[in-house]
């Protein structure tokens, strides 16, 4: 849920404001109202704003995706991670394996998310 809300918060909150830079920076649309968009401005802007999105919540969705593959491991047992919340894990991922630990794959889960929001 941690995941979804931050990435959703930004992907969202986002798209608004760099629609309307873009629009004023690159077309002859001043007031950056919508109707008169380009709609390679809107597709710039949604790419951008999930791309950024998703880069930004990665250790969030790193969290999500190590906790749903230890489930079938760990049905009716004792876990056996090394942590059991999202923020112990990013403390162990951290501590293991720097920052660089908690954006594995951060370029295709942003590729995946900037093409989705466009």
Do not use: H
Not at 30 to 43: A, L, Q, S, V
Not at 44 to 70: H, M, R, W, Y
Not at 78 to 107: E, N
């Amino acid at each position: 849920m941690l995941r979804e809300l931050s990435y959703s918060s930004i992907r969202l909150g986002a798209y608004e404001p760099l629609r309307k830079f873009f629009s004023v920076t690159f077309t002859d649309n001043r007031e950056g109202k919508n109707t008169d968009t380009n709609p390679m401005i809107k597709y710039l802007s949604a790419l951008i704003s999930g791309g950024g999105g998703a880069a930004l919540c990665n250790p969030f969705d790193l969290a999500k995706t190590a906790f749903q593959a230890e489930l079938p491991a760990t049905a009716g047992k004792v876990s056996a991670l090394k942590y059991d919340t999202t923020f112990q894990f990013l403390r162990y991922t951290y501590a293991q394996q720097g920052l660089a630990g908690l954006y594995k794959g951060w370029a295709t889960t942003s590729s995946r998310a900037a093409v989705l929001t466009s």
